[in-house]
């Protein structure tokens, strides 16, 4: 006590001036501190050409350097197109940007998302190394729009930006989700001129058609449409409408599921129930409380005769629905589950009850591509049009030269992705004019018209034959079946038109 007194009574003059320097410069530093953290703009980057817009933790933007997006799975793929990127010379190529929910958070979406990047992958090595020296060479670079795409439009205006040198996009594809976001997403891109390129977008109501026009002029497409999947679904198991049921969802603005199950709806023209509804979450990957509607309409379809039952809804509800249906009253009658391309989730789905397909109970769907459809078989053969099996073997040697482990191919993600990626360096290279070493932009989006007879493109999943507004004729759809184990199984390839086409392959007057 005494001491602390005597200090304070014989501070000298100095002590104290030095004390207030040393306290006014503290308060002063941490002053500037705080005033540099509120002006000075937190630096949001996360690689070059990507950062995370106000309001979320997402890395939104377009990169070919490698980056993977803060999604470690996707580390290998990127990795292996950044370097082939690198490898180019100023001035040599045009870049194809694949647009995709690359930071997507379902288990389902991102396995898509890798095999479809492993399948463009694929091709731009081909385009790049075993195409007679054709040119241009291509640059690949990823596209991310988001969680649900909902950062499509950041994304698609900086590709807007990008038609200029350096980069020099010519294409987009990608693009592969029938939604509200992906309609816009697709409108703006064509909008700006560029050529689009669609993966597994099948929804009818995001082309082009003679009834309503050209509203996505650049626009087209790999997969059949919803109305093409009901069809050849409709001719390969010569459903009787009146042993015939239509489970739907009611939630609109998903144009995969509106048109599907309008499709559908014509295909069981004279079925005597109406349809069974549901109504799935606004973000139909979440499980939302749709599985407790599935057990009262499991009740209701065992009071009627139907024996087929075509299902119109997203993957996460098609696996409740089988689910409940597995464990349906009248497990002494036998039933078919018919739906369109979302069942290839279901193979990677660990949410599904494997037991439901022992309860007499098979489950089908309309596959965009599948590995075992242009491969010889025993009991099996390979159609003599349509498709071919030189194609799907070129297809299988490109891919093992660009993934350093095996990728998984019952999905048919891949398959999809490869023949997109090929449509896109056809237009590239048949719009370069003799002596040029790249395309004008507006010359690519002409191409679509061309891509039919000899001219087609000879793709994995089999012939792409574009009728005049960029839509697919009589493309093969593989029918599959969900086997016991949760396989994949190909049954056979079915046709719109009923039969495979001609070899001409030249799509008939429409209108």
Same mark, same amino acid.
């Given at each position: 006590?005494?001491?602390?007194?005597?200090?304070?009574?014989?501070? *000298?003059? /100095? &002590?104290?001036?030095?004390?207030?320097? #040393?306290?006014?410069? +503290?308060? @002063?530093?941490? =002053?500037?501190?705080?005033?540099?953290?509120?002006?000075?703009?937190?630096?949001?980057?996360?690689?070059?050409g990507?950062?995370?817009?106000?309001?979320?933790?997402?890395?939104?933007?377009?990169?070919?350097?490698?980056?993977?997006?803060?999604?470690?799975?996707?580390a290998?793929?990127?990795?292996?197109?950044?370097?082939e990127?690198?490898?180019?010379?100023?001035?040599?190529?045009?870049?194809?940007?694949?647009?995709?929910?690359?930071?997507?958070?379902?288990?389902?979406?991102?396995?898509?998302?890798?095999?479809?990047?492993?399948?463009?992958?694929?091709?731009?090595?081909r385009?790049?190394?075993?195409?007679?020296?054709?040119?241009?060479?291509?640059r690949?670079?990823?596209?991310?729009?988001?969680?649900?795409?909902?950062?499509?439009?950041? *994304?698609? /205006? &900086?590709?807007?930006?990008?038609?200029? #040198?350096?980069?020099? +996009?010519? @294409?987009?594809? =990608?693009?592969?989700?029938?939604?509200?976001?992906?309609?816009?997403?697709?409108?703006?891109?064509?909008?700006?001129?560029?050529?689009?390129?669609?993966?597994?977008?099948?929804?009818?109501?995001?082309?082009?058609?003679?009834?309503?026009?050209?509203?996505?002029?650049?626009?087209?497409?790999?997969?059949?449409?919803?109305?093409?999947e009901?069809?050849?679904?409709a001719?390969?198991?010569?459903?009787?409408?009146?042993?015939?049921?239509?489970?739907?969802?009611?939630?609109?603005?998903?144009?995969?599921?509106?048109?599907?199950k309008?499709?559908?709806?014509?295909?069981?023209?004279?079925?005597?129930?109406?349809?069974?509804?549901?109504?799935?979450?606004?973000?139909?990957?979440?499980?939302?409380?749709?599985?407790?509607?599935?057990?009262?309409? *499991?009740?209701?379809?065992?009071?009627?005769?139907?024996?087929?039952?075509?299902?119109?809804?997203?993957?996460?509800q098609?696996?409740?629905?089988?689910?409940?249906?597995?464990?349906?009253?009248?497990?002494?009658?036998?039933?078919?589950?018919?739906?369109?391309?979302?069942?290839?989730?279901?193979?990677?789905?660990?949410?599904?009850?494997?037991?439901?397909?022992?309860?007499?109970?098979?489950?089908?769907?309309?596959?965009?591509?599948?590995?075992d459809a242009?491969?010889?078989?025993?009991?099996?053969?390979?159609?003599?049009?349509?498709?071919?099996?030189?194609?799907?073997?070129?297809?299988?040697?490109?891919?093992?030269?660009?993934?350093?482990?095996?990728?998984?191919?019952?999905?048919?993600?891949?398959?999809?992705?490869?023949?997109?990626?090929?449509?896109?360096?056809?237009?590239?290279?048949?719009?370069?004019?003799?002596?040029?070493?790249?395309?004008?932009?507006?010359?690519?989006?002409?191409?679509?018209?061309?891509?039919?007879?000899?001219l087609?493109?000879?793709?994995?999943?089999?012939?792409?034959?574009?009728?005049?507004?960029?839509?697919?004729?009589?493309?093969?759809?593989?029918i599959?079946?969900?086997?016991?184990?949760?396989?994949?199984?190909?049954?056979?390839?079915?046709?719109?038109e009923?039969?495979?086409?001609?070899?001409s392959?030249?799509?008939?007057?429409?209108?």
């Open positions: 006590m005494l001491e602390r007194l005597r200090r304070r009574l014989y501070w *000298t003059p /100095r &002590q104290k001036l030095s004390t207030w320097i #040393a306290v006014t410069a +503290l308060v @002063a530093g941490l =002053g500037w501190y705080g005033i540099s953290e509120l002006t000075e703009p937190e630096d949001r980057s996360c690689a070059t990507v950062a995370r817009p106000a309001g979320t933790e997402e890395c939104i933007g377009v990169n070919g350097d490698g980056y993977d997006f803060g999604v470690p799975g996707l290998g793929v990127a990795g292996s197109i950044g370097r990127n690198a490898a180019l010379k100023p001035g040599e190529y045009t870049t194809v940007a694949v647009l995709l929910p690359l930071t997507a958070v379902d288990g389902g979406t991102r396995v898509k998302v890798l095999h479809e990047l492993q399948g463009a992958h694929a091709y731009q090595y385009a790049n190394h075993d195409s007679n020296s054709e040119t241009p060479k291509i690949l670079v990823l596209a991310n729009s988001g969680k649900g795409n909902a950062h499509w439009e950041t *994304t698609t /205006r &900086q590709l807007a930006t990008m038609t200029g #040198a350096p980069d020099r +996009l010519r @294409a987009v594809s =990608g693009v592969g989700t029938s939604s509200t976001e992906i309609r816009k997403a697709v409108t703006a891109l064509t909008g700006a001129g560029i050529a689009v390129v669609g993966t597994t977008i099948t929804a009818d109501d995001i082309a082009n058609g003679p009834s309503t026009g050209n509203p996505y002029p650049g626009l087209a497409r790999v997969s059949p449409t919803n109305t093409d009901a069809r050849a679904l001719k390969f198991g010569r459903v009787d409408p009146a042993k015939a049921l239509l489970v739907q969802d009611t939630r609109s603005g998903d144009h995969y599921t509106d048109t599907l309008a499709a559908f709806a014509a295909s069981l023209e004279g079925a005597p129930h109406e349809a069974q509804l549901f109504t799935s979450p606004a973000d139909p990957t979440q499980e939302g409380t749709t599985a407790n509607t599935f057990q009262q309409i *499991t009740h209701l379809i065992c009071d009627t005769r139907a024996e087929t039952v075509f299902f119109a809804g997203r993957h996460t098609l696996r409740q629905f089988i689910n409940a249906l597995g464990a349906r009253g009248c497990i002494d009658r036998s039933f078919t589950v018919l739906t369109g391309d979302e069942g290839s989730y279901l193979g990677s789905d660990e949410l599904l009850n494997r037991k439901a397909l022992k309860a007499r109970l098979t489950v089908r769907y309309a596959a965009l591509a599948h590995p242009w491969r010889p078989g025993p009991g099996r053969e390979v159609p003599t049009t349509g498709g071919s099996v030189v194609a799907y073997t070129t297809f299988l040697d490109d891919l093992a030269r660009t993934s350093q482990e095996p990728v998984p191919l019952a999905d048919g993600q891949a398959i999809i992705a490869y023949d997109a990626m090929a449509m896109a360096v056809h237009a590239i290279r048949q719009a370069t004019p003799r002596g040029s070493l790249y395309p004008a932009l507006a010359d690519v989006v002409t191409q679509w018209p061309q891509v039919k007879g000899s087609r493109v000879q793709g994995a999943s089999g012939w792409i034959c574009l009728d005049n507004y960029g839509n697919p004729y009589n493309k093969a759809v593989p599959v079946e969900l086997a016991q184990d949760g396989s994949q199984r190909f049954v056979r390839i079915a046709w719109p009923g039969e495979p086409p001609s070899a392959c030249l799509p008939p007057k429409q209108g």
